[in-house]
Nanobody, 124 residues
């Protein structure tokens, strides 16, 4: 099993900044990608940003130029720096990991896990 622990959400005024962090632990052999998704009330969960191992980050059009995803491969962590926040960015943000794992004698390729979510609220 793999666990994801998120931190860094909160309340901020429009135009402000927040930084989200996510730490992965458990039966990870290798990480294929880490990313952030969000879900606003009454809406479906949507991609915010992902970063594959050895690849370039991918951003939703709505956050390009304002959000930056980064990873620390040695620590199995991912961060999301969010600048110029807008009220439309209000949502619960979830960390996601795509990893190969070995647990209880079983190898699993491309397992997906989610964090518990952290609330980001942007006031106008």
């Amino acid at each position: 099993q793999v666990q994801l622990v998120e931190s860094g959400g909160g309340l901020v005024q429009a135009g402000g900044s927040l930084r989200l962090s996510c730490a992965a632990s458990g039966s990870i052999l290798s990480i294929n990608a880490m990313g952030w998704y969000r879900q606003a009330p009454g809406k479906q969960r949507e991609l915010v940003a992902t970063m594959p191992s050895g690849g370039s980050p991918n951003y939703a059009d709505s956050v390009k130029g304002r959000f930056t995803i980064s990873r620390d491969n040695a620590k199995n962590t991912a961060s999301l720096q969010m600048n110029s926040l807008k009220p439309d960015d209000t949502a619960v943000y979830y960390c996601m990991i795509d990893c190969d794992e070995y647990s209880d004698g079983v190898f699993s390729r491309s397992s997906h896990y989610w964090g518990q979510g952290t609330q980001v609220t942007v006031s106008s």
